[in-house]
């Protein structure tokens, strides 16, 4: 995988609009945003009502994704171009999930509702209904998922990197800093975790940066890409951004996105935490 | 019903008012308003809290009428804002409760 099979520019969106084959899909946790202006010939995601299991702590599985694919008109010959808010991560959560139920071609729109918007390009409030498809989706292919166990058996044998900000990887907070901080989990980080901050692969327009650029952060921050690796957040949408960055982008295999992240690591019984900037012990 | 788990990690509503759970002798809320260099409030602009290494720790986007608001910890920040009317940074320095500060951009 490269940045030429992953990644779409804005200039390549806006020309592609009305291409056909082509479908548009804005994913964000809050619609309100697709609601208010998208581009043209877009369908919506909710990151929490469509791709999350309505019950159980898990997200939808095969069936229901196909029929919400086939329900939202998307068929698996279209080339399905993704983008979002919040510089993309539920865009690259949704991306991880297409790749995961083994959609052929999927993209991301490079620097998402951010860049677009910042560049004025248009956007609009027209309702867009597409005809029904019968979507079939493949087994899920969790080569590409990380589970607790994956992860504590990762501590001090494989590449595990915690994507959130240093603050909430110290455990001096408990989510992002837009978020109130009331929490039932632990804080810190899982031990031998290198600290490989999300936003250092992103412009601050949204953009990814250069693939010399990517290749030196992780270098610098001792991943080695010899070895499998684990990457994980909070829930597992900024861990997405930096799976998308890796294995798709920079591609390295045996990359995983451990969706459980923090809020469940955190919350289990018997497990090590380390707190502090250090990684920590094995 | 929506689903008893983790609440997700999008920007809330920035106009909204304080929930009324929100402990603000615990809680360290950054505050304000992005303006433009002529005073204006400026909606949809992108606000972002880094910490005091300049690192990125969260970024929202302003309300309607130019507002956003941060969950922080005591200490030093800045907050960066972009917007179509160009970009501008303040320093802060944050303690617990609530910290007012307003952000102007410019070509």
Redesign the interface.
Known sequence: MSRDTALVSAEWAEKNIDAPGVVFVEVDEDTSAYDTGHIAGAVKLDWKTDLQDPVRRDFVNKTQFEALLSERGIANDDLVVLYGGNNNWFAAYAYWYFKLYGHREVKLLDGGRKKWELDARPLVTDKVERPRTRYVAQEPDTSIRAFRDDVVAAIGTRNLVDVRSPDEYAGRLLAPAHLPQEQAQRAGHVPTAISVPWSRAANEDGTFKSDDELRKIYADAGLDDSRETIAYCRIGERSSHTWFVLQELLGHRNVKNYDGSWTEYGSLVGVPVALGDEPGEA | ???P?????????QAAPL?A???LE??TVITGVVRSDAGETVP?A?V??L?S?G???????TSPAGQF?????PGSWTL?A???HGNGDTAVTAARGINEVSVTVAA
């Open positions: 019903m929506t689903a788990t983790a609440a997700g990690c999008a920007a809330p509503d929930p759970s929100l402990d615990k809680e949809g992108y972002r809290l910490d290494t690192e990125f720790t969260a970024e929202v986007v608001r941060f969950f922080a910890a960066r972009l917007s179509r």
